[in-house]
């Protein structure tokens, strides 16, 4: 059975490049865009499995779930579409970040309004390359996940296990998928605490630092001045996006202070205008612990 609910944002409105900043890089088996330009998601939700899809048309979002998931996934979808969000509040101080914002148009940020299970993902991304950590998500997805309910089912969504259920997978598994033991038990570790409705936590737990909480607040919470210090790329882009000089992540911190309470956006937009296409640095090596 389908639940359905429809609204008018009442703004200019980027679904595709809002809600899709909780994709979790290309072939993400929770994340899909059809042809017919809905955009759909898995997502286990507190009331079990749901499945999610969103399309724009004529100026009204429209939303459907499947699974007994749905009614929470209506109720949230909006704030999924960025309908918390407030960019206005952001003012630019830099002429970057003012043609950031007018090439931007209809850009918000999401609130996923889901901690664990942004926490995951993000913990599998500390310290490697994105090609490494979205491999790891695909594979534990796919092979741990289930599949996404729906009218005909959607064997290639799949919808992320429960907090307890990434206990349960067991070390060979976190090994085939490539994610070697600091993160594993990361992951474990925090799947003994209750998190969802105190993020404020997640800084105390063994593993988690500021990278990771900067992370999941931006796109759990919708946080617009989250800022992911310990980024290996971010303070060059800071840098040389509003001082024309790379940065380390004091400096990053001193020259987006001007943006307190906007400062995750203002890094959003940066990343977005493209300041990091002309980065020189050293590359980090993908890494496949599967052969260790």
């Avoid at 929770?30 to 399309?55: E, F, I, K, N, Q």
């Avoid at 960019?87 to 664990?116: C, D, K, T, Y």
């Avoid at 490494?132 to 998500?137: D, L």
């Avoid at 741990?144 to 919808?159: I, M, S």
């Amino acid at each position: 059975m389908t639940a359905e609910r429809s609204w008018e944002p009442g703004h200019a409105l980027d679904l595709h490049g809002t809600v899709g900043a909780l994709r979790r890089g290309a072939g993400d088996p929770a994340y899909a865009r059809t042809p017919d330009g809905a955009l759909w998601r898995a997502v286990h939700t507190p009331d079990g499995p749901g499945t999610l899809r969103l399309r724009l048309a004529g100026g009204v979002v429209t939303a459907q779930a499947w699974g007994s998931g749905a009614p929470w996934l209506l109720e949230n979808a909006p704030a999924m579409a960025g309908a918390h969000d407030d960019p206005s509040a952001l003012v630019p101080r830099h002429e970057i970040v003012e043609r950031a914002v007018a090439a931007s148009p209809g850009l918000r940020l999401p609130r996923s309004n889901r901690v664990w299970e942004t926490l995951v993902p993000t913990v599998l991304e500390q310290k490697v390359v994105g090609a490494e950590a979205f491999r790891a998500w695909r594979y534990l997805l796919r092979r741990h996940g289930t599949v996404a309910p729906g009218p005909d089912g959607r064997p290639d969504l799949r919808v992320p296990p429960p907090r307890e259920g990434w206990a349960a997978i067991p070390d060979w598994e976190w090994h085939r998928a490539g994610v070697e033991p600091v993160r594993m038990r990361t992951i474990v570790g925090a799947s003994a605490v209750e998190v969802e409705h105190r993020p404020e936590r997640l800084g105390a737990l063994p593993g988690v630092g500021a990278w990771t909480v900067g992370e999941l607040l931006g796109r759990a919470c919708g946080d617009p001045d989250a800022v992911p210090v310990g980024d290996y790329h971010l303070p060059r882009i800071v840098g040389i996006g509003l001082t024309g000089a790379a940065l380390d992540d004091a400096g990053m911190l001193e020259v987006l202070e001007p943006y307190r309470g906007q400062r995750g956006r203002v890094v959003k937009l940066l990343v977005r205008a493209g300041v990091d296409r002309e980065r020189r640095g050293p590359r980090v090596p993908v890494r496949d612990y599967r052969a260790w």
